[in-house]
């Protein structure tokens, strides 16, 4: 692993570390609060968030699209495996949930992802994500009691899934392109099926949450909606 990857990882782990515990000092949990992890890949990401508390993994739901990650999840840690197709829709009864938890996921409930690299209008893009990224965020208001959604903010400077300075910034028909190159020359590699929300957004999609920022480097690196009963 050569320096420059080192460095990224070890500032992407603290970042995650400081959200993990701002997340447990919100919402006290016991051996009886029911917890999904929405977009969970295998579960390890909310089993380093637990850590510490009294949580029962019996009473945490693991769910993804990815059936095979999920039930690696199961057989890891125990969890309640919840496989969903793109819809977002799951087999849960309004507020069966106390906590639904939800980390740097939401910003890719975008388009089809056969279509991420062809559709080049940003404006599109835009509409089309956005109408997406509602009905995703009624979902998690309509399972949870509380919840807590992490997504990384538009506007900081270092846009976390290519890691590179500023990209998030561009057009999308100049942004296709770039990653396309990156892809071949930069140390980490990623699809452009992100559509990142600003505090606006974020507010609109979550209205009876309160936003909180997360700061690095005296900037706003990523959003928070957290809703507590």
Known sequence: MNPLTRLA???????????????????PIDATTRILDLGSETGAAIHAVLQGTAAEPANVYIADIGAAQVQEGARRFGYQPVVIDESGRLPFEDGYFDIVYCSSVIEHVTVPK????TLKSG??????????????AGEIRRLGRQYYVQTPYRHF????????????????????PVLRFAG????????????????????????????????SLGMTKSLMAIRRD
Request: proline residues 4%; aromatic residues 14%; positive net charge.
């Open 9 to 27: 990882k070890a500032y992407s782990t603290h970042a995650r570390a400081r959200r993990a515990a701002l997340f447990r000092s919100r919402f």
């Open 114 to 117: 056969d279509e991420v690299w």
């Open 123 to 136: 404006s599109e893009f835009r509409r089309r994500a956005l109408q997406r990224q509602q009905v995703f």
């Open 157 to 176: 400077v270092l846009e976390s899934h290519s890691w590179l300075p500023f990209v998030a910034w561009l057009p999308r028909r100049l942004l296709i």
């Open 184 to 215: 071949k020359v930069w140390i980490k590699r990623t699809s452009p099926d992100w559509y990142l929300l600003n505090g606006r957004e974020m507010a609109a999609l979550f209205p009876e949450a309160q936003i909180a920022a997360e700061k």
